[in-house]
T-cell receptor, first 114, second 108 residues
Framework: DVKVTQSSRYLVKRTGEKVFLECVQD?????MFWYRQDPGLGLRLIYF???????EKGDIPEGYSVSREKKERFSLILESASTNQTSMYLC?????????????FGAGTRLSVL | QKEVEQNSGPLSVPEGAIASLNCTYS??????FFWYRQYSGKSPELIMF????GDKEDGRFTAQLNKASQYVSLLIRDSQPSDSATYLC????????FGAGTTVTVRA
């Protein structure tokens, strides 16, 4: 079974803190993604990576950065957390090509910024 | 940003009935279409994908695609209480655009 593991299920941070969300996948997938999910808005893509050290902005990259130093690990960084970044964050991975829509998700990290 | 619209719901159906979920998309060039199911408090999981016009059946689920009308649907036959979840429509093949989801409740 594909496993995508997110480092934390719940996080509480203060405004202005630097926040790291970690994601690891064990299926040697080339593509990895970070989404946030908010009620009524569905899943919105923040960033994705199609190879080590490669990244591409998604639809809502402002206030976020990412790092992919190893193929299996994709990190999301909130440089200075703000209350409007309180959300559920989901990591996903997939192979490239037509199967790319078959995404495997981690369990999610619910982040609260106070 | 590609737009994906789903019927807003929530949708309540009796056990054993057919649940019909609809999705329209804005990018006429989209090639691949996916339905994900998300139980409350859980992450999304893939139910089906469809690439070609027409119907695709998998057990009690049928996906229907009409590219000319930019429309994709999901039918759940013989609905069960375990089908109660939010269903997400997603479009394209590697950089997915998701709809906001339709919440389905199957009442016993």
């Amino acid at each position: 079974d594909v496993k995508v593991t997110q480092s934390s299920r719940y996080l509480v941070k203060r405004t202005g803190e630097k926040v790291f969300l970690e994601c690891v996948q064990d299926m040697d997938h080339e593509n990895m993604f970070w989404y946030r999910q908010d009620p009524g808005l569905g899943l919105r893509l923040i960033y994705f990576s199609y190879d080590v050290k490669m990244k591409e902005k998604g639809d809502i990259p402002e206030g976020y950065s990412v790092s992919r130093e190893k193929k299996e690990r994709f990190s999301l960084i909130l440089e200075s957390a703000s209350t409007n970044q309180t959300s559920m964050y989901l990591c996903a991975s997939t192979r490239p090509g037509l199967e790319g829509g078959v995404q495997y998700f981690g369990a999610g990290t619910r982040l609260s910024v106070l | 940003q590609k737009e994906v619209e789903q019927n807003s719901g929530p949708l309540s159906v009796p056990e054993g009935a057919i649940a019909s979920l609809n999705c329209t998309y804005s990018d006429r060039g989209s090639q691949s279409f996916f339905w994900y199911r998300q139980y409350s408090g859980k992450s999304p999981e893939l139910i089906m994908f469809i690439y070609s016009n027409g119907d695709k059946e998998d057990g009690r689920f049928t996906a229907q695609l009409n590219k000319a009308s930019q429309y994709v649907s999901l039918l759940i036959r013989d609905s069960q209480p375990s089908d109660s979840a939010t269903y997400l429509c997603a479009v394209d093949y590697y950089k997915l655009s998701f709809g906001a989801g339709t919440t389905v409740t199957v009442r016993a």
